[in-house]
T-cell receptor, first 110, second 115 residues
Framework: SQQGEEDPQALSIQEGENATMNCSYK?????LQWYRQNSGRGLVHLIL?????REKHSGRLRVTLDTSKKSSSLLITASRAADTASYFC??????????FGQGTTLQVKP | EAQVTQNPRYLITVTGKKLTVTCSQN?????MSWYRQDPGLGLRQIYY???????DKGDVPEGYKVSRKEKRNFPLILESPSPNQTSLYFC??????????????FGPGTRLTVL
């Protein structure tokens, strides 16, 4: 089964609201990454959080990591219509594999 | 411009006809990887390479081959494509030598249809 599982699968909000997406995983990790994908296009890296970090910020993005619960969350504050996309978490471990979740589809309505 | 390129971007082929999808990066990255993306299944790793002449199976390697003879290139080979390999394929690379610890840079994708 997938290492990373995201919740919710789909999220629809109004512009200006905050969007929160969650990711759970099963095994030990070196880091956890979040990516964004606009429809049918390549993924774009958003943020990487290492296993010894608990929180990280980048602009309107805030990522938390709880290794005891094997979970991470991505918060997008003051969302914009341009944030409409699919968001994926990916976990990296010592095996060399990078395992992606199934993604959360975010729709931000203007 | 730092980038990952894939060719072709779109391909329609028939069952059993061998094909190769090329991937090239100009960032001197050590780690390269292939993924396929299918509706409802997210991205699944096919093969990855930590360095030249070093390749390993990902989660869904059946029906695919790869090679890493040069650092910049990582072609994906389908010896005998079947309809269940119809998918959107992405190549990605990252700087890290020891594993995918760094940012993955993705190519634009190759949409493959096998009839």
């Amino acid at each position: 089964s997938q290492q990373g599982e995201e919740d919710p699968q789909a999220l629809s909000i109004q512009e200006g609201e905050n969007a929160t997406m969650n990711c759970s995983y099963k095994t030990s990790i070196n880091n956890l990454q979040w990516y964004r994908q606009n429809s049918g296009r390549g993924l774009v890296h958003l943020i990487l959080i290492r296993s010894n970090e608990r929180e990280k910020h980048s602009g309107r993005l805030r990522v938390t990591l709880d290794t005891s619960k094997k979970s991470s969350s991505l918060l997008i504050t003051a969302s914009r219509a341009a944030d409409t996309a699919s968001y994926f978490c990916a976990t990296s471990s010592n095996t060399g594999k990078l395992i992606f979740g199934q993604g959360t589809t975010l729709q931000v309505k203007p | 411009e730092a980038q990952v390129t894939q060719n072709p971007r779109y391909l329609i082929t028939v069952t059993g006809k061998k094909l190769t999808v090329t991937c090239s990066q100009n960032m001197n990255h050590e780690y390269m990887s292939w993924y396929r993306q299918d509706p409802g299944l997210g991205l699944r790793q096919i093969y990855y390479s930590m360095n030249v002449e070093v390749t390993d199976k990902g989660d869904v390697p059946e029906g695919y081959k790869v090679s890493r003879k040069e650092k910049r290139n990582f072609p994906l080979i389908l010896e005998s494509p079947s309809p269940n390999q119809t998918s959107l394929y992405f190549c990605a690379s990252s700087l890290s030598r020891g594993g995918p610890r760094d940012t993955q840079y993705f190519g634009p994708g190759t949409r493959l249809t096998v009839l």
